[in-house]
T-cell receptor, first 115, second 111 residues
Framework: GAGVSQTPSNKVTEKGKYVELRCDPI?????LYWYRQSLGQGPEFLIY????????DSGLPNDRFFAVRPEGSVSTLKIQRTERGDSAVYLC?????????????FGPGTRLTVL | DAKTTQPTSMDCAEGRAANLPCNHS???????VYWYRQIHSQGPQYIIH???NNETNEMASLIITEDRKSSTLILPHATLRDTAVYYC????????????FGQGTTLQVKP
């Protein structure tokens, strides 16, 4: 079946602009996660959704970052007033219900470059 | 959060077993050990996980010590396509399922 998909695959923007990154999880998965991966580093947790609600947003670096999942499926990560330090690969993952021992399936990521 | 320690890099000859160690001395009783890998320019891929007992699936085997303070991922017959960064992660329900990635081990399989 279809895996996790993310669009766009690449996004180049200018400093100060607003961007939206989209994640389509595996159908039926209630848990959705966003991670960010800088060059040479492991992925870093940003936010976790259980259904429509953000159950853990402790990883969001500041109030320029915001994510939504209005219908409990597709999620959008929104970044306002982008900075060069926001350049990274943004990864999305989904799992069946977010329970312990639940496998997370990752998408291919969106590579964001802020000029 | 429990932390893990892995060697930065390892080499393995094609066709031989690759044994990747991981230390997690502060793991708590309800935390699982997960292994993911990331091939260049792709998202992480789940390999295997375990709580106390050794586990085996079509990809790999996971050996967890009796005291649970360390584990070893075994790829029984490494191929060139197994070249990747391998992440050992401990996670339990208190973490809301989020995965805390370290730097991982870069495994280079050589012909």
């Amino acid at each position: 079946g279809a895996g996790v998909s993310q669009t766009p695959s690449n996004k180049v923007t200018e400093k100060g602009k607003y961007v939206e990154l989209r994640c389509d999880p595996i159908s039926g998965h209630t848990a959705l996660y966003w991670y960010r991966q800088s060059l040479g580093q492991g992925p870093e947790f940003l936010i976790y959704f259980q259904g429509t609600g953000a159950a853990d947003d402790s990883g969001l670096p500041n109030d320029r970052f915001f994510a939504v999942r209005p219908e409990g499926s597709v999620s959008t990560l929104k970044i306002q007033r982008t900075e060069r330090g926001d350049s990274a690969v943004y990864l999305c993952a989904s799992s069946l219900n977010g329970a312990e021992a639940d496998t997370q399936y990752f998408g291919p990521g969106t590579r964001l470059t802020v000029l | 959060d429990a932390k893990t320690t892995q060697p930065t890099s390892m080499d393995c000859a094609e066709g031989r077993a690759a044994n990747l160690p991981c230390n997690h001395s502060t793991i708590s009783g309800n935390e699982y050990v997960y292994w993911y890998r990331q091939i260049h320019s792709q998202g992480p891929q789940y390999i295997i996980h375990g709580l106390k007992n050794n586990e085996t699936n079509e990809m790999a085997s996971l050996i967890i010590t009796e005291d649970r303070k360390s584990s070893t991922l075994i790829l029984p017959h490494a191929t060139l396509r197994d070249t990747a960064v391998y992440y050992c992660i401990v996670s339990g329900s208190s973490n809301t399922g989020k995965l805390i990635f370290g730097q991982g081990t870069t495994l280079q399989v050589k012909p």
